[in-house]
């Protein structure tokens, strides 16, 4: 839009327009309804790649494109003489913060969670052979719980017939 930022424009092409309980619908606009807005900024919204391509001939375009675009604050509507000013906005106000590190600004000290590193295979062999147990009891009593029992192997299931066979085995080879 052609309108400097901080300056007010009014809107006559309305659409729609609701107060809570009713709603109208214009066609195309609706009568008497015009809008009070303030001039934010103008700026360029997100990059839109548009990427053509076909195989085995070589051919590739890439554009890109970033709409332009006004930003808005609704200051009043008016429909049909009865004016609805916009609610007031809080804006937040920064305070000031303890000097720490960035990514921890207003987080206690039992809060900053300790930094993720890996081990090296000295300081696993270390931790291994110190004597503080690793696991929790509670742990472990839910892991055999949850496993399934091991399959058995059909000689093992029934021990005679797997005696007999490997008997025969052996005065075989023994021939």
């Known amino acids: 839009m052609d309108a400097e930022p901080g300056s007010r424009i009014t809107l006559t092409d309305v659409l729609l327009v609701s107060d809570g309980d009713s709603i109208k619908v214009g066609s195309p606009t609706v009568d008497g309804a015009v809008v009070v807005a303030e001039v934010v900024e103008h ?21 890109g494109h970033r709409q332009g675009y006004t930003q808005l604050s609704v200051q ?39 930094p993720a590193r890996r081990r090296s295979r000295a300081a696993t062999a270390e931790a291994m052979e110190s004597e503080e ?11 055999t719980e949850s496993k399934p029992a091991p399959r058995r192997r059909r000689a093992a299931a029934s021990d005679e017939p797997a005696a007999e066979s490997e008997s025969a085995a052996e005065s075989e080879s023994k021939d």
């Open 76 to 114: 009043e509507i008016t429909l049909d003489g009865k004016t609805e000013k916009a609610p007031e906005r809080r804006t937040a106000v920064a305070e000031p913060v303890e000097e720490r590190p960035s990514g921890f600004a207003g987080r206690e000290e039992a809060e900053v969670p300790a």
């Open 43 to 63: 700026g360029k919204g997100k990059k839109v790649i548009n990427f053509k391509y076909k195989a085995k001939v070589r051919y590739r375009r890439k554009r």
């Open 133 to 143: 147990p690793v696991a929790e009891a509670s742990n472990e009593a839910e892991e």
